[in-house]
């Protein structure tokens, strides 16, 4: 049976396609195994198509919900979905460009394209050829029913839209492949059913593993990123560098396999790897292979050196590395998807501060896994002290009060003003100058101890401008 059907494989026009809804901005890490699934058959020949689904994305895919999904405004959709269609040709074009043969075939389509064309009398005589039973044996579905849980209409027959992308890509470009994860396989059997009930043609589904961490959690899931929301493809939301230390410090029991299913290098130099990795564990060879190759994959050349240098600078320089370097070059190299502010209210001790940054922070603390200013720190129950870091604020204030002073009782202080000059114009502008430097402080000062109250300033800058006021001050 298993040989009839890879001859059958073999005998179809070598298309394929897989569906991404424009749910969001931005791709996932879940996606990415369908991604280089995809240009992997395009290595050997085939033609992948991407497909958006702004269309599907407007309905809504129950698979995986266990309540009605939140609904998006079209406007919204359609920004996703030129977002989408940026980030799918940015990664296929680094696919071209990691490849050494010649150019990947490949082909981005919107299913939006031929929906909104669709009338709901021709949606519903087209769904003759659908079931109620068959629909409500399609697991999520199903699941949903016996939980008792709600499932809109819409939801319901976003099957009936996949089966019908499917049926539109086998008649418009021969596509008799898809390619998705092993939850859509309800809705595989729904659109074979469709191609084979209008075209005659038999249609083949392939499924991908569903990917999990150690834990035997989804990977798309349970990977999770600063703000807590899951590493993304896009750099804006998941920097090169988080997404580059993302698979550097994945556990050595998983780093193989997932190097043997995401590497599009030659199977032999993949088994290659692996078999050095086993050898060396510890020292984080498949997990460096892999962050290469998924990093220049999704986020280029200039994106890989980006995460290398941020690594470099994190775990094998020195502080010093880190303080010549200006605030806004910081800012640049991590990413302000590798930044983010703390109200100071909010958070009491150290360990809160680790719970932010990375869910279970507080016990990676115990074991070592938490550094301030280059200093190891594993008690989480030590109090942060942010007033300690603004003292050195308070070095302005003697110089302002006697500044003002001197103004004010000109004589005898250590301003010589020549004759003819306005003494009273001098003290006003010496006042004024002394009330500017005042509100300045007090401004950075309250922008700091509550960023509600304004943008943060970082502390490094005001550190910075200090010293180089402080230095012209009293020259």
Request: hydrophobic residues 40%.
């Amino acid at each position: 049976m298993k040989t009839d059907i890879l001859s059958y494989a073999s005998s179809l026009p070598n298309v394929l396609y897989a569906g991404f809804d424009a749910t969001a901005n931005s791709l996932h890490i879940g996606n990415l195994l369908i991604l280089t699934s995809l240009i992997r058959s395009s290595q050997f020949g085939c033609t992948p198509l991407l497909l958006i689904g702004e269309g599907t994305a407007a309905v809504g895919d129950p698979s995986g919900q266990t309540g009605d999904r939140q609904q998006i405004s079209r406007d919204e959709l359609n920004k996703n979905a030129r977002f989408l269609t940026e980030q799918l040709h940015k990664i296929m074009e680094n696919a071209n460009t990691l490849s050494e043969s010649k150019p990947l075939p490949f082909k981005i389509l919107n299913n939006i394209n031929w929906y909104k064309e669709t009338t709901m009398l021709d949606f519903l005589m087209s769904s003759r050829r659908f079931r109620v039973g068959d629909m409500l044996r399609i697991g999520p579905v199903k699941n949903r029913m016996d939980n008792d849980q709600t499932l809109s209409f819409s939801e319901f027959t976003y099957q009936i839209l996949q089966a019908n992308d499917w049926l539109f890509l086998s008649q418009k470009y021969d596509c008799l492949f898809q390619l998705g994860g092993s939850d859509q396989l309800g809705n595989f059997k729904t659109g074979f059913e469709n191609v084979r009930a209008e075209t005659g043609k038999q249609s083949l589904g392939i499924c991908v593993p569903l990917l999990t961490d150690g834990n035997g959690n989804k990977l798309g899931k349970s990977a999770k990123g600063i703000d807590g929301s899951g590493f993304w493809l896009s750099a804006e939301r998941s920097s090169p560098f988080a997404f580059y230390q993302y698979f550097r410090q994945l556990h050595d029991d998983i780093s193989a396999q997932l190097l043997l299913q995401f590497s599009l290098k030659e199977v032999e130099e993949i088994l290659q790897i692996i078999e050095e990795h086993n050898n060396k564990l510890g020292k984080w060879i498949a997990q460096t292979h892999l962050a290469d190759e998924m990093t220049s994959l999704v986020h280029g050349y200039e994106g890989l050196e980006l995460a290398r240098r941020c690594s470099q600078l994190l775990f094998n320089g020195s502080l010093d590395d880190l303080e010549k370097l200006e605030p806004e070059t910081v800012k640049g190299l991590f990413g302000e998807a590798s930044t983010f502010s703390i109200p100071k209210n909010s958070v009491k001790t150290l360990g809160e501060v680790a719970e932010i940054t990375k869910p279970g922070g507080a016990q990676l603390m115990t074991k070592g896994a938490l550094k301030i200013n280059g200093v190891r720190i594993s008690d989480p129950d030590q109090k942060l002290d942010v007033e300690q870091e603004y003292s050195k604020m308070s070095a302005w204030i003697p110089f302002i009060i006697v500044t003002a002073f001197w103004a004010v009782f000109g004589a005898g202080g250590p301003f010589l003003v020549p004759s003819g000059v306005n003494r009273g114009i001098i003290q006003t502008m010496i006042v004024l100058t002394a009330v500017c430097c005042y509100m300045f402080w007090l401004i950075v000062y309250l922008h700091q101890l509550n960023p509600l109250i304004g943008p943060q300033l970082p502390v490094k800058t005001i550190f910075w401008i200090q010293q180089k006021w402080g230095s012209a001050v009293h020259s």
